[in-house]
């Protein structure tokens, strides 16, 4: 056989360890004396339990089984090597006599990476090694960038899990916010429905008592929505002002000073970013059924009348947080059986089945309702029944904005 021995200059460098089953004749033109001259760190196995005990002792990098030896039953130690080396991807490569292809075909089928036939060419052995070596490179690369994906991805599931209780407590926090109640008043009663696009919410609301005969309520919109959103709408409870304490007592801020007040509050913080936030502002005299209410950007509040107009209740007042503005309070008297309704833009979203949309199906909803002197809770259940008929074509998590309405009533 012609001898194609590389020169030292082509040959492998790596001092890789090579376990050689089933040869140990180091003649030339031999395996074994082919195997040395790649410069390879060479380990020999007459036997399969010399070789399995090899693979233990010597953790070889490539294993090559002449299976033309008479003591070696080549697939079964090719099983046992795949087996026993399946981390560390070693390969395993079959050397067989020409015109067996039956042994090439089982070793291949036993997990064999590559087959040859004696007597091969030393250089081109080399290369078949060569490749060998590469493809066991790239699939420990692989193993090891999956390994660190798996990492990665349960650090991710983790850090989303945190994220989501996180967003739980928020959400917990701000429904809190919310009045748990609403005002039992002999001559008018509320509901309201917040549904939020997310965990939390930009969108607020809120209604209370401010003396014996006053109740004040708004609807707020902080830009966007989510956590930061979501914080904007505390820092609004928190910072409306609704009175002036005085020398005989207090006196009760108009709806404009109010939100006059707030904004100048809002542009003070200097907060990143500079969020805004839309507010209707409302003072109900439950004496006199006057109803007082100024706007900051929101859309505004709208009165359905008993005889069936529709009266929207406009005042000057730009958003709040960016810059100076004027605020003006309105005031209309209510008659028995008029609807204030205070809503934020997000009821654009809304559709029913039969085609009505945005505002125009919600106040044909909340005319809807029958009138009839049913407790707060009654009336709330019917207000919250007709918001879900509006966003009943998806669930609400699918929204891309906050919506809530507030409804006031004044009983006939």
Do not use: W
Request: charged share 25%; with cysteine.
């Amino acid at each position: 056989m012609k001898d194609h021995t590389p020169q030292p200059d082509t040959v492998m460098t790596e001092r890789v360890r090579v376990l050689l089953v089933g040869e140990a004749d180091p003649d030339e033109g031999s395996l074994h004396a082919q195997l040395d001259s790649m410069g390879h760190k060479l380990i020999l196995a007459a036997t399969p339990e010399e070789a399995l005990s090899a693979v233990y002792t010597d953790r070889p990098d490539l294993v090559v089984i002449d299976v033309t030896a008479a003591d070696v039953d080549g697939y079964h130690v090719a099983s046992h090597i795949k087996n026993l080396t399946r981390e560390k991807a070693v390969p395993v490569m079959f050397a067989c006599l020409p015109g067996d292809v039956s042994s090439a075909i089982e070793g291949l089928d036993r997990g064999a990476d590559d087959c040859f036939v004696k007597p091969i060419e030393t250089d081109v052995l080399a290369a078949r090694i060569r490749l060998l070596l590469r493809n066991r490179e790239l699939e420990l690369s692989l193993r090891r960038q999956n390994r660190e994906t798996g990492l990665l991805n349960r650090q991710l599931m983790e850090a989303r899990e945190e994220i989501q209780n996180e967003l739980e407590l928020a959400r917990r926090i701000q429904q809190g916010l919310l009045p748990a109640t609403f005002p039992e008043l002999e001559r008018f009663r509320f509901a309201a429905t917040l549904r939020p696009s997310g965990e939390v919410s930009g969108d607020f609301y809120d209604m209370y008592r401010l003396d014996e005969t006053h109740y004040g309520f708004y609807v707020a919109d902080a830009i966007g929505h989510g956590v930061p959103a979501a914080l904007l709408t505390i820092f609004v409870k928190k910072g409306i002002q609704t009175r002036d304490l005085t020398t005989d007592g207090y006196r009760l801020l108009p709806p404009g000073e109010v939100l006059d007040r707030l904004n100048r509050d809002l542009m003070a913080e200097e907060l990143p970013g500079n969020p805004f936030v839309t507010l209707c502002y409302a003072i109900l005299d439950v004496k006199s059924g006057t109803l007082s209410y100024a706007s900051g950007g929101h859309p505004p509040a709208i009165v359905l009348s008993a005889d069936g107009a529709t009266l929207p209740l406009m005042s000057e007042g730009a958003l709040l947080g960016v810059f100076e503005s004027e605020f003006t309070t309105g005031e209309v008297v209510l008659t028995p059986g008029d609807r204030v309704v205070l809503y934020t833009d997000g009821i654009e979203q809304a559709h029913d089945t039969s085609g009505r949309t945005g505002l125009d199906a919600l106040l044909d909803y909340v005319r809807a309702v029958p009138d009839g002197n049913e407790s707060n809770e009654a009336f709330a259940a019917r207000i919250d029944a007709a918001f879900d008929a509006l966003f009943d074509h998806k669930p609400v998590h699918q929204h891309s904005d906050d919506v809530t309405v507030l409804v006031l009533e004044t009983l006939t």
